[in-house]
């Protein structure tokens, strides 16, 4: 038997590599093991496991006296957490980052279905370019670039006077919440960042759901008589709603965890990210930091299962 | 009526001419075959009856109406796509009467002309699961049921029954037939499989580089074609060269002769007979496919089972009668 294999097998596969194929061969759920144990590792106990520490810690409280934490099982840091100033902030975390995702969908769409359709060859390429690129300087450097912009000595400000549209943007300025002293000073300044860093995160997932959308479906809808409007809301809408949910996780996520747009771009109002690195740093309170951190987890869970239930994955 | 006129219509894609000068007339209540390899037009043409293409020259007409500039929306024409396209997110009855709902048909009214469409391509019961539950064919009748439910004035229908395998589809074939006479509809049929559409079209196009080489009866395509393509591509007809013709008195310079219509024997009266080597044959379940050399020139024969094939290399006569011979229009 062992000269018959010996004999069939060529001589360049009889070394120890070959061996060592053979051995994988015969055994595929070895191999299975081998190349899935240390990323499995890396996420259940680096990953998973710090982020349930973290969770931990947010049972437990701090001593108001002495600045010490407290490791007894507690729910006072959620009560601390629900005060009136911590609503706030979490409020006004939350409809930006629905005011951003809703406003990255509508852009991210026509220019997603533009890439997935009609883009070919080097506009393909362009496309690909023109999206990531953002994405390869510095998030702090584009930061900084739009407080520039959107100053009152900005560029977007000497558009608005060019155009004899100052009044217009004085105007928006002057309206209360949305408005401020600036762009570089108001919500709009936040939003309009929000918007900017966080798109190609909103462009890829729908283009790749769109890409995924046979050409023949579209034309059967046209065939038996839907308008493209009709098309769109009843065939090319929800098959690409996975994808539109998958973006809206990234923009609504990092929005909800970003502390650095808010700080540099904004009014002084904080956001969750800026009072978790608040709590955890100047104050201490690492508790309540924590706790902070709870809510985008169940924001995005309680996101995650209306969006199920509204079937958008249906089309999966 | 007419139901489909095509006016010197082309459709070029830059430099490719995938539609050049077609001329038809497809009458109403017609079972209309375009047979062609791929690349030869004959989806094109279905696509410019659907809407989806424009012409780029020529004139077309559905119903004695204007079809150039009418969105594919706005026709009575509806397509049985050729992978069936169905809408994976729908279930099989939202399927059926998506045709309805765009056109604000009442839910209750259009659930009821859904379930009877299922119920017409044998499918009741199926309307609550999703496209990719179904089998294939399965999928293809309800393709056949979404487009039916629009009371369609012509039913397009692009190699529908390509992706079945052979039982299931002669039994399609079987049954769009008698569909098509029950319902009176106008089905105008993609295909490049030769025994479908000779075997369900009342008249057949056949297609090659964009225009159509020969237009009529699946028996007139079938046993008089009238170029050297129709020939071969129809019925794998021997195509005979010119100097045989002229042995055999044949003015053109091309003959087409079918392989069932010759026999491996010498010629009773009247026949014409020619003398070849047998070079090759093949046994093909109800014939033997014997392949004859004859100056150099391959003709197939197909002889019946119940006769002794000759062996490879041994001379034979081959005979036909002479009006199986028909002189072809072109080289």
Sequence with gaps: MTAVAENLMSPERRGPTGRLSDFFWKHPHVLLTVLLAPPLLWLGVVYIGSLFALLLQSFFSIDDFSGLINYEFTFATYRQLLSETNLDIILRTVSMAAIVTLASALIAFPIAYYAARYAQGKWKVLFYLGVMLPLWSSYLVKIYAWKLILAKEGIVTWFFEKLHLLWLLDAWLSLPVVGGNSLSVSYTGTFIVFVYVWMPFMILPIQAALERVPTNLIEASSDLGGTPAQTFRHVLFPLALPGIVAGSIFTFSLTLGDYIIPQIIGSSRLFIGQAVYAQQGTAGNIPLAAAFTVVPIVIMGAYLWMAKRMGAFDAL | MTAVL??????????????????????????????????????????????????????????????????????????????????????????????????????????????????????????????????????????????????????????????????????????????????????????????????????????????????????????????????????????????????????????????????????????????????????????????????????????????????????????????????????
């Design chain 2, 6 to 331: 095509f006016d010197n219509v082309s459709r070029h894609f830059g430099a490719v001419r995938a539609v050049d000068g077609v001329n038809l007339e497809i009458a109403e209540g017609e079972f209309f075959a375009m047979l062609g390899p791929s690349g030869s037009g004959k989806t094109t043409c279905l696509r410019l009856m659907a809407g989806f293409e424009q012409p780029t020259g020529g004139h077309i007409e559905i119903f004695g109406e204007t079809a150039e500039g009418v969105p594919p929306y706005r026709r009575s024409v509806n397509t049985v796509f050729q992978d069936y396209a169905l809408f994976p997110h729908l279930s099989i009855l939202d399927n059926v009467a998506y045709g309805l709902m765009v056109k604000g048909v009442g839910r209750e009214e259009r659930r009821k002309a859904a379930e009877d469409a299922l119920a017409m391509v044998k499918l009741p019961n199926y309307g609550s699961r999703r496209p990719g539950q179904l089998s294939g064919g399965q999928r293809q009748r309800v393709a056949l049921a979404r487009a039916l439910v629009n009371k369609p004035k012509v039913l397009l229908l692009d190699e529908p029954l390509g992706a079945l395998d052979l039982k299931l589809r002669e039994q399609m074939q079987e049954e769009l037939k008698s569909l098509q006479k029950s319902l009176g509809i106008t089905f105008v049929f993609v295909t490049h499989d030769q025994g479908e559409a000779l075997s369900m079209a009342d008249r057949i196009a056949v297609f090659n580089d964009g225009r159509i080489q020969q237009l009529g009866s699946p028996e007139e395509v079938y046993k008089q074609p009238k170029t050297r393509f129709v020939a071969d591509f129809v019925g794998s007809s021997n195509v005979l060269p010119a100097r045989l013709c002229q042995r055999l008195g044949v003015t053109s310079s091309y003959a087409s002769l079918r392989p069932e219509a010759i026999v491996l024997s010498a010629p009773r009266d009247g026949a014409l007979s020619l003398s070849g080597t047998v070079s090759a044959h093949s046994f093909l379940g109800a014939v033997n496919r014997v392949v004859v050399d004859v100056e150099g020139a391959r003709i197939a024969v197909a002889s019946p089972v119940s006769l002794v094939v000759p062996k490879v290399g041994s001379p034979v006569t081959i005979s036909f009668a002479a009006d199986e011979l028909h002189p072809m229009e072109d080289a």
